[in-house]
């Protein structure tokens, strides 16, 4: 299938609706349909501001990068896009195309493949 690779980059303390975000943006997508996702603390990392955040024991909490991704169909990227825009939160993205698929899938997997064509 083609799709998208959906990656957002917060910081570990971001919030939204007294979880961390990370949190929210993987049950959102859990709970839309999409397949998986999968979040990543990064040992070090800058923003637009040009500071360097590193992963060592005297940092600040919260202040560390985390990178949320998901592989999704065209309209499970758009819905997720809308859903987070709903919400009024301010993210940056990367979307890279991506061709997808299950090795050896089982009867589910073939069912998702049909009901997403």
């Not at 949190?23 to 979040?39: D, F, I, Q």
Request: aromatic share 10%.
């Amino acid at each position: 299938m083609d799709g998208s690779c959906l990656r957002f980059y917060l910081t570990q303390g971001h919030r939204l609706h007294g979880v961390p975000l990370w949190e929210w943006l993987l049950r959102t997508a859990s709970e839309m349909g999409v397949r998986g996702g999968s979040a990543f603390h990064a040992m070090a990392g800058f923003g637009r501001h040009h500071v360097m955040h590193e992963d060592r024991f005297f940092e600040l909490g919260g202040s560390l990068i985390v990178e949320v991704e998901f592989i999704v169909t065209p309209s499970e990227k758009v819905r997720l896009l809308e859903l987070i825009a709903a919400e009024k939160v301010r993210l940056f993205y990367a979307e890279i195309p991506a061709r997808f698929g299950v090795l050896n899938p089982d009867r589910d997997d073939l069912q998702l493949s049909q009901d997403r064509s």
